[in-house]
């Protein structure tokens, strides 16, 4: 590049406008069909598995607690995730979507990636569920 060329484009870049975006100031819309957070409707999934076994980052699993009172526990680790949306395409009742609008995940620590959606039970039986199953794999 010859020395002439680059002082035009140096000052030629003095009085023009910036190209880039003031963000996180200036937001834009996301578009229509990004891939984002996976959400979990509770009221359709019957607890068949398909979505776990079929992501093929393993970023799913859905504990089953009680299958006739319809109580899962539905873990989901964001960080794993390659929003590929697989889960959503083998999910037969429509439980799952990847919602567009909250594509910033960026977090300080890793609890911050995990998501538990639970249906129909507290807390403390989520903690209970999720206690049972680490000893139940230490075990083995």
């Not at 960080?79 to 919602?99: E, G």
Request: charged letters at 25%; proline letters at 4%.
């Amino acid at each position: 590049m010859k020395i002439g060329a680059m002082w035009r484009d140096a000052l030629s870049s003095l009085v023009k406008p910036p190209v880039t975006q003031q963000y996180p100031f200036v937001r834009l819309n996301a578009p229509e069909h990004l891939r984002s957070m996976l959400h979990w409707d509770a009221e359709k999934c019957t607890g068949c598995g398909l979505c776990a076994k079929d992501c093929p980052a393993e970023a799913i699993d859905v504990i089953v607690v009680d299958k006739k009172a319809k109580q899962f526990v539905f873990e989901y680790q964001v960080d794993r995730c390659t929003f590929c949306a697989q889960c959503v395409v083998s999910c037969r009742q429509d439980a799952l979507v990847m919602a567009n609008d909250e594509w910033e995940l960026a977090a300080l620590n890793r609890k911050a990636f995990v998501v538990y959606y639970k249906n129909g039970l507290s807390d403390d039986a989520v903690a209970e569920v999720l206690g049972a199953r680490a000893g139940a794999a230490e075990e083995s």
